[in-house]
């Protein structure tokens, strides 16, 4: 019997439908290579390729565009938001729309050509931590800015391009994304009721239950969501509350950096090196404004969605808004808890 799942922060429905269901085993290894790969403009030596480095991990002296890096930021070459110009708000009729003003770069994370984070150390993975946190920090001087969602595409289903070089973006948008703003009411709601974190209460249901638990060490534990909407998707949410990753202390970045690591590492190879996406969910910039997030450093609380591409959505999804998943988190959270890494 399928069931209907309901996401406690969202409240978005999935339907869990295992009838025709795989072993957890055999969702892997069915990726779309896609076309060939391109010559790579990431690597170092290649500085010349891209567009001028916003930020840069390196050596004091060594000069900036030129090798001797660890970890660089450049602009995209295919901006979907732009840094110059004026919002200049407009309403046509019922319609809104504002200029396309923003900020889109690309982080990439090592200099060598290496193709996954999975295969990145720790200690690589945390400087990249430190890097969104530099960045988030920077656009939020920016007055006409309200978010940053940092993301990864990874393998070409995953929208990760024919270049494979370990790389995410960090897209900044003047306007709050529908979905952040979502998941920001239903923990504002659940915090009226019951004056705590839906988040941390979550977190202390999914430690005490272990059914859904893929690792828990070092303040962080990853999870696959009780309404998963794919297979294998898994979340990652800090022991402690807070509502801002930029607030997280420099001495837990390795241990963030390590359990991103484990995760990834869990997946590529449980399931042979799939496509995914991930996501940072962390609070939008909270400026002073009448009525807006007074409570959201109470109520919100931090999190980075990892989101394996092994299914397809399709048109009940697009209709309806639920997804349907077949496999259980149950069996996903316990085959990624026994693939050692
Ligand atoms: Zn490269
Ligand atoms: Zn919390
Ligand atoms: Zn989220």
Known sequence: ?????????????????TERAKRPDQFGGQAEEGPAEKPCPFCEGKESETPKEIYSIRPKNTPKNGPGWELRVVSSVAPLLMVEGDLDRQGQGLY??????????????????????????????????????????????????????????????????????SRSQLIATPVNPKRVKEELA????????????????LIKQELESKDRLILEIDGFLAITPFATRFPFEVWILPKKHSCDFTALDPSMRLDLGRVIKKVLMKLKKGLNDPPYNY???????????????????????????IMPRLTRVAGFEWGTGFYICPLTPEAAAKFLREVEV
């Not at 406690?8 to 429905?13: L, S």
């Not at 404004?289 to 980075?304: A, F, L």
């Open 186 to 201: 239903g923990a504002h709601q659940y915090f009226q009721y019951h004056e705590r974190c839906i988040f941390c209460d």
């Open 1 to 17: 019997m399928p069931e209907l799942r309901k996401d406690p922060i969202i409240g978005r429905w999935v339907i869990i439908a």
């Open 279 to 305: 996501i940072l969910h962390t609070a939008p910039f909270r400026r002073a404004k009448e009525g807006y997030w007074k409570t959201i450093d109470q109520d919100y609380h931090w999190h980075i969605e």
């Open 96 to 165: 809104d729309l504002m200029n396309g003003v923003g900020a889109h770069e690309v982080v990439i994370e090592t200099n060598q050509h290496i193709g996954n984070m999975a295969d990145l150390s720790d200690e690589q993975i945390s400087k990249v931590i430190t890097c969104y946190i530099d960045r988030i920090v920077d656009l939020e001087k920016d007055q006409r800015l309200k978010y940053v969602l940092v993301f990864k595409n990874h393998g070409w289903i995953a929208g990760g391009g024919r270049i494979k070089h």
